[in-house]
């Protein structure tokens, strides 16, 4: 009998999910390795807390692409330099191809004084702590009450709710580079914040604003009805903390005492133009802001440990590819190895984008494969190898009987949702 074209697809968030799925549907056999226990990546442990419809929504999703007969799981299994396999390994393992769906699993920093203090923090590590991924649920957090975020985006405004709604932070103030124009929030997701903003410190913000940006000719009104699009529709204020913004500011350093953070050094910038674009420049100014917590939500990278050549946060990617999508490149330089989702392009949209990219570069490998002979790789081999490890392989009947007991556990506590927060606790229950 002919063997099937045998494909390894590498974590299994939306992008390789959906990506094992579009491969599994055209006949290819996927093993699908994962990092974490569970599936679901950002979608299971990066969507805020109260958003249960969507994430249950979502595991519906992934569940029937599990169901798909040519994929095969194997959750517990890392790849990368210093874990399970190395992605030379998996390469020498004999896969026709390999998509790598791994997210952006690096830390982006901007390499400033006092980074290393207690009470500085990224904000990936802590939308993995509130949602309960493992070893981070078990991460330590200073998280007081007057607390500065840097990055203008959703995942800022997540970060807001959480330290207003569960840590009872006072005082939140969001650091922006940029104008007030250049916000990346949704109206969808400001709307849960907004009922926060200090009105008379956003009518002062916007005053320096005019002061800064109309000799630029720069339209600050477009800037404020952005920011205050949501207003009509914002949640009931619950708690007592207010929200405000510093605009054209960028964190300098931060400023601690026996290890932990005091103070936040902001420079004030100011928005130059070139070649028709404009971009935040320093003015040397700075003033100081008392803080007890700074939490970065400056974007991602990718994880330069894994393995493959890197580039400004990214794998780098084939720039004359032979099997091009929407001439979107998915191909690394190392032929067969492909690159999907946050693996392909950090931090760029959400799940459904990630889904789009997951498939899209699932296509690419399809196109790929059409080129190729049959490998000799077997699933019996892989099985082989993974049993080596001496250690627990979760499969798709794992996974089942987890949320099984999850969901058990949840309908016992009078809960919406209840997830185990530690691995060994997962494998307890699993019989491992």
């Not at 939306?14 to 599994?24: V, Y």
């Not at 006092?114 to 649920?137: I, R, T």
């Not at 699932?362 to 080129?371: P, R, S």
Request: hydrophobic content about 40%.
């Amino acid at each position: 009998m002919e063997t099937q074209k045998y494909v390894a697809v590498i974590g299994a968030g939306p992008a390789g999910l959906f990506g094992a799925r579009e491969l599994a549907n055209n006949g290819v056999r996927v093993a699908l390795f994962n990092r974490d226990i569970k599936v679901g990546g950002l979608a299971e442990y990066g969507i805020f807390l109260d958003k249960h419809t969507m994430k249950e929504g979502l595991r519906k999703q992934f569940r029937q692409a599990l169901e798909n007969p040519n994929i095969d799981y194997y959750g517990n299994v890392s790849i990368g330099n210093n874990a399970d396999f190395t992605i030379d390994e998996i390469c020498k393992m004999g896969f026709d191809a390999i998509l790598v769906s791994a997210g952006a699993q690096g830390t982006k920093w901007l390499g400033l004084e006092g980074e290393d203090l207690e009470g500085v923090y990224h904000a990936k590590d802590l939308v993995y702590h509130y949602n309960g991924l493992p070893p981070f649920s078990q991460k330590k957090f200073h998280l007081g009450k007057r607390c500065a975020i840097i990055g203008a985006g959703n995942v800022m405004i997540d970060i807001a709710r959480y330290l207003i709604y569960y840590c009872d932070a006072e005082e939140i103030t969001a650091i922006v580079r940029r104008g007030p124009a250049d916000v990346n929030f949704t109206k969808e997701e400001m709307k849960h914040l907004i009922g926060y903003l200090d009105m008379q410190d956003f009518e002062n913000e916007m005053n320096r604003m005019h002061s800064i940006l109309d000799p630029l000719h720069i339209d600050v009104e477009v800037g404020r009805a952005k920011i205050l699009e949501s207003l009509p529709k914002a949640d009931a204020k619950t708690k007592n903390a207010k929200f405000r913004f510093e605009l054209l500011a960028s964190p300098a350093r931060m400023i601690g005492e026996n290890g932990i953070l005091k103070q936040l050094e902001i420079e004030e910038n100011i928005l130059v133009e070139k070649d028709g674009r404009t971009s935040a420049k320093g003015t040397g100014k700075k003033h100081l802001l008392d803080v007890d917590t700074v939490i970065f939500a400056i974007g991602d990278k990718v994880d330069e440990d894994f393995g493959l050549p890197t580039q400004w946060n990214e794998f780098v990617k084939n720039e004359n590819p032979k099997f091009p999508i929407d001439n979107i490149s998915y191909e690394t330089n190392i032929e067969g190895v492909f690159v999907g989702g946050w693996s392909r392009k950090a931090s760029e949209g959400l799940v459904g984008l990630a889904r789009k990219d997951g498939t899209h570069a699932a296509k690419a490998v399809l196109a790929y494969l059409g080129t190729k002979e049959n490998g000799n790789l077997t699933p019996e081999d892989v099985q082989a190898k993974l049993k080596n490890l001496n250690k627990p392989i979760i499969t798709k009947e794992d996974i089942k009987k987890l949320e099984a007991v999850e969901a058990d556990e949840a309908q016992k506590r009078g809960l919406e949702e209840f997830k185990f927060t530690k691995n060994d606790e997962m494998l307890k229950v699993l019989g491992y």
